[in-house]
């Protein structure tokens, strides 16, 4: 994705915009390790949401309002997470794990995984 960024984004700010996607990567990357640093963690989120809502003058999209509430919770709690349960891999994808769950419990209440006589 981020190879593509200059064919959508004006090209003053192309270049911090293909920085903002790979350093989510490396946030992501953090997500996903089994030992992550909480303070790097922290720093990290942080600085990538000030790094985002640095180009509201440039570009719309970027206004502190449309930080969203996962994108908060990434940068002022996801260290403090960290440092109470050591990582954050067994949370990640945990809205998928629900869907399942509830696609689960569904049929099996409907009585498609019973056999009704």
């Known amino acids: 994705m981020p190879e593509k960024i200059e064919q959508c984004q004006p090209t003053d700010i192309a270049d911090t915009v293909k920085k ?17 640093f909480a303070d790097d963690a922290e720093n ?14 440039k570009c719309d999209g970027y206004q502190p ?12 709690h996801m260290g403090e997470v960290i440092r109470k349960h050591g990582a954050l891999y067994r ?4 809205e998928k794990k629900n869907d399942a769950k509830k696609t689960f419990l569904r049929v099996a209440t409907s009585g498609m995984l019973l056999k009704i006589s």
């Open 65 to 76: 309002d449309n930080v969203t509430p996962y994108l908060h919770i990434m940068s002022l």
């Open 91 to 94: 949370f990640s994808c945990q």
């Open 44 to 57: 990290k989120a942080k600085k990538w949401i000030t790094d985002c809502v640095s180009l509201q003058a």
């Open 20 to 36: 903002l996607w790979e350093d989510f990567d490396k946030l992501y990357a953090i997500i996903k390790s089994k030992k992550p």
